[in-house]
């Protein structure tokens, strides 16, 4: 079983900076078509604030004639009010986003796996659906199977115990509940995005991948690469048996943009972030 990881795709139905790097994709995926493609989140420029980037997203994923299953990242539903007091996860952003895309957290058994997306972005935040999503997720890691994780922001940047890693990672509370529902299944992948970095690497016998974006690359307004690299592109992840393997792949056409030279149409003050 073969599926292709889409990360951060960033479409936007105002801005066109980055829509050549988004068509390169496309043309690459018309002609490496997957069973089925994961989006590990921020498929939209700004879905969190403006409806219709998450009806642009929509529609170029629907446009791609493949099977698309998506997680949300923090530019299509928020983030938790720390991090992002201006676009918190609420009902009416969980509302928008699964209009469009479905569920927000989901299950897929195929090739002998079982694939597994969450939503990153309640993670933290007390919205009643955070616990209704863990009660879910217990109920669900109860297989046989082995297990591959798609959710959008990684679990830890260096190591599993490590502290708060502010904007970059997902907390180290619900990050502790996540691991240790984990360790009583087969887990075996766990891919996120969000970083804009891709990585791949094996912690506690855990493959964890970090899928680049597929839009822009971000440079001096990040921390440093954390281990990984700035490079966009995509991921193709391999199932047989008891393992997978993954790659790194880069479309032809896309170009090295930044994202510091347009951060002030994208984001103006104060809602950077
Ligand atoms: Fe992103
Ligand atoms: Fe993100």
Known sequence: MRLIQLSDTHVSARHGMFGANVA?????????????IVQTGDLAMDG???????DAAAAWHAGLGVPVRAVPGNHDVGDTAAIKPTQTVDD???AAWRGRFGQD?????????????????????????????FAWLAATLDTD?????????????????????????VTPTPRRR??????????RLIASGHLHIYRDAVFDGIRHVWGPSAAFVCGDSQEPELGGSRRLGLVEHVFSADSVESR???????????????LDVLYPRPDRT
Do not use: S
């Not at 390169?24 to 089925?36: C, F, G, K, S, V």
């Not at 989901?106 to 616990?131: Q, V």
């Not at 994780?149 to 904007?167: M, S, T």
């Open 24 to 36: 390169a994709t496309e043309a690459w995926l018309r002609q490496n078509t997957p069973e089925l």
């Open 48 to 54: 969190a604030g403006d409806p219709a980037d998450l």
């Open 92 to 94: 009416a952003r969980l």
């Open 105 to 133: 957290w989901w299950a897929e058994d195929r090739g002998g796996w079982r694939l597994i997306g969450l939503d990153a972005m309640l993670l933290g935040t007390g919205h009643a659906e955070e616990e209704r999503q």
């Open 145 to 169: 199977a082995p297990v591959a994780v798609f959710l959008h922001k990684p679990l830890f940047i260096d190591q599993a115990d490590e502290g708060p890693r502010g904007y970059w990672t």
């Open 178 to 187: 996540l691991l240790d529902l984990f360790a009583g299944a087969r887990v």
């Open 248 to 262: 790194f792949i880069r479309p032809d056409g896309l170009v090295d943009h930044t994202i510091e030279p347009h």
